[in-house]
């Protein structure tokens, strides 16, 4: 069987801009995906986190490029990997891509990550990530769509990671991922998962040291630490790209609460919970 991703006779994938040349493809990809990437820096619309909003994730960032995205792949696949001397990793079968694929989801929502010791963490996360990345359940664009995904599952923990750390070193990270992987079923285990754990360490080690200082900024301030509020100035901060001081966090956290709350007098009013604006305004009055 042909691969039925690709044009025929080319090893250019079948994309939407109907681009025939690999460099035209990959620059394509590379400014779509960025920008839907940068969309997700305010999106907290996942919430289960298993294999339904992986593939809703994949088919955000990919949308644009291919018409398949979102959907697993439904051919075997091999990638000829340098470091391992042009050996592939053995991915998941396609027919067991989505069961595969949920017994890893299954048991990292399992774990009670933030009672973990932060060695333990950092090993368990990152073999987590090795094991959903084996599974490899699209055509394309796994790494991206993986370190995105689980980034946002660990922090939805309430533990903060540095992912740009990922996006600085891509071409480290795929190879640890590699390394992470290698066990063939003829040559045996040659995994070596030091790699990906030294760059998880890394990036949980940031993430640690940010929520830290974000804390730290709360108090001196004297706004609550709450983790509904560390999670909306982590985000503030990374979509403005820079590190915000006390006052500015307080300034911040008081204007979003108050919209909060304006919505909320909006929505009792447009569904009868009250019956005139000034009984919507009664609990905004309050701040």
């Known amino acids: ?81 340098v470091v391992l001397g042009e050996l592939s990793i053995e991915y998941s079968d396609c027919f067991d891509i989505a069961n595969d694929a949920h017994q890893i989801l299954k048991y990292m929502q399992s774990i009670d990550w933030k009672s973990e010791p932060f060695p333990n963490l950092v090993e368990k996360f990152s073999d987590c990530i090795a094991k959903l990345w084996k599974v490899h359940p699209f055509r394309e664009g796994n790494t991206r769509t993986i370190i995105t995904f689980v980034c946002m599952f660990i922090e939805a923990q309430g533990i903060y990671i540095a992912s740009d750390l990922f996006k600085e070193n891509a071409s480290y ?41 974000i804390i730290k900024k709360m108090e001196q301030e004297k706004v609550p630490a709450t983790e509904n509020n560390i999670h909306k100035v982590v985000l503030w901060n990374r979509k403005s790209m820079i590190e915000h001081t006390g006052e500015e966090i307080r300034d911040y956290l008081e204007k979003i609460n108050l919209l909060s709350k304006l919505d909320e007098a909006i929505d009792d009013l447009e569904n009868g919970r009250v019956q005139t604006i000034e009984e919507a305004w009664e609990d905004i009055d309050t701040i």
């Open 1 to 81: 069987m042909g691969d039925p991703y690709l044009y025929p006779d080319s090893e250019v994938m079948i994309n939407l801009g109907d681009f025939h040349d690999e460099q035209e493809l990959e620059e394509m990809e590379a400014d779509y995906t960025t920008y839907r990437l940068s969309e997700m820096v305010f999106d907290d619309s996942v919430e289960q986190f298993d294999f339904e909003d992986l593939c809703t994730m994949h088919y955000h960032i990919f949308q644009d490029v291919y018409e398949w995205a979102g959907k697993p792949r439904i051919i075997n696949i091999e990638k000829a990997e």
């Open 173 to 213: 990270m795929r190879d640890a991922l590699v390394a992470a992987n290698a066990i063939f079923h003829d040559l045996g285990d040659l995994r070596k998962r030091e790699y990906l754990h030294r760059i998880i360490q890394d990036a949980l080690e940031r993430g640690r040291e940010m929520k830290q200082d």
